[in-house]
């Protein structure tokens, strides 16, 4: 993965061009890189980039890794809205701008605004929007903050591991901030604080944890959830 990440080849590619010799970069860079592995670190941030939808991202430990589960709610968002133009929208939470970045480049005429409480992870995104020179908007908010919600659409993959949870990856815990992981309330407490500041007329989707489908269906009952392809509940749509 670390190898293939770094030529830019998927793995049938990797395999045809096992011959060729690494260039002096990938020589000097390799001992360094598979001790990070060693030690823990994820390859994701060992590269600096990631592959999201049909881009790539820039990564650090400032931000979530962004993960397949993601772009199936992408896909669902761009599907129930294929035909539908300058819509505003909040990618609420953005970390590395994946969400709401991905939404802009499908739908150049959407009015795109990004939060985030972490000024760090805000850097990030801008970083990315930079490169894939898309004009979207940046607002560093806890939630509504400092936002005027008059958005029609917003989205949101929060932070909703209880802190009680033991099940979460070593690899996971040790990287990526907790602050975008970790949520009290048994997880639901950022859901709460989006749904009390929504308003009629709008539509949410979020990511869930796959045991939180009953408490999201407890605060909004007019929910629709979504499996991922793995067949766990991981999305959800709410039309208020």
Known sequence: FLLAGYADLNY????INLDRKADEILIKQWPDWVAQLINGRSVQYILGHTAF????????????IP???TEELVEWILK???????????D???????????????K???????SDISKDALI???KNAFNLKLDVNFILSDVWQNLQNNFDLIVSNPPYIDFKNDEIDDVVLNNEPKIALFANDNGMEIYKKILSGAHKNQTLYFEIGNKQANSILKLASNSIIRRDLNGK???VKIKL
């Open 53 to 64: 939808y049909d881009s790539e991202f820039l990564v650090d430990e400032r931000v979530l």
């Open 12 to 15: 049938a590619q990797l395999r």
């Open 67 to 69: 993960r397949p589960e």
């Open 124 to 126: 990030v995104a801008k």
């Open 233 to 235: 509940v991981r999305m």
């Open 92 to 106: 609420l939470g953005t970390g590395s701008g994946a969400i709401g970045l991905t939404l802009k480049k499908h």
């Open 108 to 114: 150049p005429n959407w009015d795109l605004t990004l």
């Open 80 to 90: 129930d809205y294929s035909t539908s133009d300058n819509l505003k929208v909040l």
